[in-house]
């Protein structure tokens, strides 16, 4: 019972409506939905397997009906196949190489980005808004006061240079590589190279996107 009244407290400031379509923003996804079906996840479906549902719908459907995750309730089945579609798309969804003009400058500290083209990152917006940073510092102290409606936040990972999902992508901290603006958060694809190059250059930590904060980041500078 203490498992399901945490889980209904933390329902409580949603609607009713909340899960009428898979289109919310990150933040409302990120500190309400997602942490949510996590927990129902691991209590009751750690094992479960959403890649054989083509729809969002399909995936709701058959948490319902054929219990996959036991008994829930319909805002509950919604919270977990929301994060199950999402965490399903994110995973194969291909971003363009980040590129820069001459005259765009960081969103923050209105560096020159092209002198920097390996550490720009990009925040997007709907209706093609996009604001570039000459670094994931700069990057994640916009992205602290403007979550809201957020689409992408893309990073590159420090060895391919492959664009990254920023919120799927491992940080190394307090490293010996320094960026345009000094000590930097260095990004990774996967936690087992970001480990390797922390042993390497003498990181501090190695941590995943959801247990960053701003009071971390601004104690980087």
Same mark, same amino acid.
């Given at each position: 019972?203490?498992?399901?009244?945490?889980?209904?407290?933390?329902?409580?400031?949603?609607?009713?409506?909340?899960?009428?379509?898979? !289109?919310?923003?990150?933040?409302?996804?990120?500190?309400?939905?997602?942490?949510?079906?996590?927990?129902?996840?691991?209590?009751?479906?750690?094992?479960?397997?959403?890649?054989?549902?083509?729809?969002?719908?399909?995936?709701?459907?058959?948490?319902?009906?054929?219990?996959?995750?036991?008994?829930?309730?319909?805002?509950?089945?919604?919270?977990?196949?929301?994060?199950?579609?999402?965490?399903?798309?994110?995973?194969?969804?291909?971003?363009?190489?980040?590129?820069?003009?001459?005259?765009?400058?960081?969103?923050?500290?209105?560096?020159?980005?092209?002198?920097?083209?390996?550490?720009?990152?990009?925040?997007?917006?709907?209706?093609?808004?996009?604001?570039?940073?000459?670094?994931?510092?700069?990057?994640?102290?916009?992205?602290?006061?403007?979550?809201?409606?957020?689409?992408?936040?893309?990073?590159? !990972?420090?060895?391919?240079?492959?664009?990254?999902?920023?919120?799927?992508?491992?940080?190394?901290?307090?490293? !010996?590589?320094?960026?345009?603006?000094?000590?930097?958060?260095?990004?990774?694809?996967?936690?087992?190279?970001?480990?390797?190059?922390?042993?390497?250059?003498?990181?501090?930590?190695?941590?995943?996107?959801?247990?960053?904060?701003?009071?971390?980041?601004?104690?980087?500078?």
């Amino acid at each position: 019972m203490k498992f399901y009244s945490s889980l209904v407290v933390a329902f409580a400031v949603l609607s009713s409506t909340l899960f009428a379509a898979p !289109d919310y923003s990150d933040a409302v996804k990120e500190k309400k939905i997602y942490p949510m079906a996590q927990k129902i996840i691991a209590k009751k479906c750690p094992n479960i397997d959403s890649q054989k549902y083509k729809t969002y719908e399909k995936l709701y459907e058959a948490l319902s009906s054929e219990s996959l995750c036991g008994t829930l309730s319909s805002q509950h089945a919604q919270a977990v196949a929301l994060f199950l579609w999402d965490k399903k798309h994110l995973t194969y969804k291909h971003y363009d190489k980040l590129t820069v003009t001459n005259d765009e400058k960081c969103q923050v500290c209105g560096m020159y980005l092209h002198y920097y083209p390996n550490w720009v990152s990009q925040i997007n917006y709907p209706k093609g808004e996009t604001y570039k940073f000459d670094g994931i510092k700069d990057m994640l102290k916009f992205y602290f006061n403007n979550e809201e409606g957020i689409v992408d936040v893309l990073v590159q !990972d420090y060895y391919t240079l492959e664009t990254l999902n920023a919120k799927e992508a491992y940080y190394v901290i307090g490293s !010996d590589v320094l960026g345009p603006m000094g000590n930097e958060l260095i990004a990774f694809k996967d936690e087992k190279s970001a480990k390797a190059f922390s042993l390497e250059h003498k990181g501090k930590m190695v941590l995943p996107f959801n247990k960053l904060t701003e009071k971390l980041v601004r104690s980087i500078d």
